[in-house]
């Protein structure tokens, strides 16, 4: 079990920066995949970026490519999410996870992700 806490969320303007952080503990491994993921109001989970820690493999979703950048700091044990050029539809609660079992690169699929954190709610103004 890994356990993860989501920091960084908070109000924006639309076309501001918010910068997300992931903190990881318990049994973290090299070949874990930590996932960002997002909730809107009457809206589905929907993954959004996804990086491998072993082989730093990513992938982004349409939605937020060219945006945002995930990035992974082995060492703290932290997955950040660097959003820019925000968008009033980036509103969202937004969550952190992780899969256990990812021999190389990551997967945009929520139902692949064990361990979730509790979300940080980030919203855009317009």
């Known amino acids: 079990e890994v356990q993860l806490v989501e920091s960084g969320g908070g109000l924006v303007q639309a076309g501001g920066s918010l910068r997300l952080s992931c903190a990881a503990s318990?049994?973290?491994?090299?070949?874990?995949?930590i996932g960002w993921f997002r909730q809107a109001p009457g809206k589905e989970r929907e993954a959004i970026a996804c990086i491998n820690r072993g082989d730093g493999m990513s992938d982004l979703a349409d939605s937020v490519k060219g945006r945002f950048t995930i990035s992974s700091d082995n060492a703290k044990k932290t997955v950040s999410l660097q959003m820019n050029s925000l968008k009033p539809e980036d509103t969202a609660v937004y969550y952190c996870a992780a899969e256990s079992y990812a021999p190389t690169s990551c997967l945009l699929r929520v139902e692949d992700y064990e361990d979730w954190g509790q979300g940080t709610q980030v919203t855009v103004s317009s």
């Open positions: 318990g049994f973290i491994l090299a070949n874990h995949a």
